[in-house]
């Protein structure tokens, strides 16, 4: 009864974020409405293990007693403080000052955004502010990953690199540029890793070339990328472009908004292959989803140049109402404590060795044509002819339909839209919850299976 009141109004009021405005519609919302540990209850009451973290943010779990009473003490002590001017609060402090503790090497500055979206955003304007405070005007052209998505605010949205968030919104933007995604399974350097790697090298420099290297400001990519499909780069890929950047006097930005916090086993993906970048944005897990927040780090030498291009009375004027909000702050604080202290990241690195043994047995199944992932971020590709790693005709609608049967078996994933299954459970699994969320799939692939439409 209530559950059909709020779907009447749902369908009425409510705009839903990248859905198919009309196909909503037509279905209708699915509620959900609570959640302990991995497991989701929706308001028909089935409960569901949640193998994407939400939407790979619940890096901690739902329900965890730390966060919430943390959230509940700021709201009770101090609901709201800005942080703009000389004004602050303790938890925003002090959360900034353990990021600068816990990202590598000189970054060391930290700004508060509400997520991910506007932490890409703060990083452009910061990145342009740093240009022009260094008499170099001219840089303002960013290049990114085919298959990137960095957000989906204007700039965000065209730095991003799938068509459908792009199309009737005017972007990509003029300063935005791309080069291919070093995606091994579907590069046409084939699966030799080295060979991915310098073909990505190359673009990057031939990229450069092209645009003129006194225009080109930095390189914006996810250290594995997400909603382009759970791409994982060749070992060496982070380092080589990396030292590609530096060389070219070009910024590196590393985007760890879903890779950060535990998410392919160490705190920060970056640190897989020991590689600093100039700025890195983040959000999800920095605060396990509980409330809003993100943020950009930036490295001391960014850091200075800009505070001595704008002098010592002109402010930046760089803020949001919430940036540092104590709120999402004591929240961020909490889960922190949970990632080091509680030995999440620890158990989501082995955590995701048992899902990516898991997957990868599944990779023997007619329908999959890789099973993929670092850590507890990963991918199953389903295709219609292995030999030939044919994609799914569009028109079937294949992530619809395995979204809709994985929920059906008690498993929530992401179901792209090309017959991608995008898999990022929460960090605090068990055994048994890993082999449960294997198992589910591979019912879900068998039942996938017997559709007669699909070959
Ligand atoms: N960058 C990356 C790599 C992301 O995956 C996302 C969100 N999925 C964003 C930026 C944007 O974050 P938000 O949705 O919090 O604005």
Redesign the pocket.
Known sequence: MLSNSLVELDRRHLIHPVASYRGHEERGVTVLQSAKGVFVTDAQGRELIDGFAG??CVNAGYGQPSVVAAATEQMQRLAYATGYFDLGSEPSIRLAAELADLTPGDLSRVYFTL??????DSAVRFIRYYFNALGKPEKKQVITLEQG????STT?SGLTALPVFHKGFDVPLPWQHRIPSPFPYRSPEGEDHRAVTAASVAALRDKVAELGADTVAAFFC?PVQ??GGVIVPPDGWLRAMRETCRELGILFVA?E??TGFGRTGTMFACEHEGVVPDLM?M??GLTSGYVPM?AVVMSEPVYQAIADGAGPDAPVGHGFTYSGHPVSAAVGLAVLKLYTEGGLVENGRRMGERLMAGLGALAGHPLVGEARGRGMLAALELVSHKDEKRKFDPALKLGERIFACAYENGLIVRAFPDGVIGFAPPLTCTPDEIDLIVERTRKTLDQVLDWADIR
């Not at 997520?115 to 890409?120: F, H, L, P, T, Y």
């Not at 998505?149 to 989906?152: A, E, F, Q, R, T």
């Open positions: 939407l790979w997520g991910g979206s506007d932490a890409v998505y960095h957000g989906s965000g996810e997400g909603s985007d908004v879903i944005t959000a999800k993100g």
